[in-house]
């Protein structure tokens, strides 16, 4: 609760807010909530995370990037111009799009 009261404009109402708060801060009653320590405690044991195994199925050279480590392409066909969808088709297909096409 303030003292300061409604104004014609919201512009001048922001602007008296802003006067009355100058020196400090205001933060809404509804804002200041928190959880309740003993359900949070709870919570995140429940939520812990198990122990990883040390083997994961990953082999040792892949586990981390070395500093200056080579990474190869995601895609075989990464340094290949991509297909135009000419040669993609049959020569029936051609055929069809060229009747379909008169």
Same mark, same amino acid.
């Given at each position: 609760? #303030?003292?300061?009261?409604?104004?014609?404009? =919201? *512009?001048? #109402?922001? /602007? /008296? &807010? =802003?006067?009355?708060?100058?020196?400090?801060?205001?933060?809404?009653?509804?804002?200041?909530?928190?959880?309740? @320590? +003993? *359900?949070? /405690?709870?919570? &995140?044991? *429940?939520?812990?995370? $198990?122990?990883?195994?040390?083997? !994961?199925? +990953?082999?040792?050279? @892949?586990?981390? &990037?070395?500093?200056? %480590?080579? =990474?190869?392409? %995601?895609?075989?066909? /990464? !340094?290949? %111009?991509?297909?135009? %969808?000419?040669? !993609?088709?049959?020569?029936? @297909?051609?055929?069809?799009?060229? =009747? $379909? $096409?008169?």
């Amino acid at each position: 609760d #303030t003292s300061v009261l409604p104004r014609k404009k =919201v *512009k001048d #109402t922001r /602007a /008296a &807010l =802003v006067e009355h708060f100058k020196e400090g801060r205001f933060v809404h009653p509804s804002a200041l909530f928190g959880p309740d @320590q +003993t *359900k949070l /405690a709870s919570w &995140l044991k *429940k939520n812990e995370c $198990a122990e990883q195994p040390k083997d !994961d199925g +990953t082999p040792e050279d @892949q586990d981390e &990037l070395d500093g200056n %480590a080579v =990474v190869e392409p %995601a895609h075989d066909y /990464a !340094d290949e %111009a991509p297909a135009s %969808a000419d040669q !993609d088709l049959a020569d029936e @297909q051609r055929e069809a799009y060229k =009747v $379909a $096409a008169e």
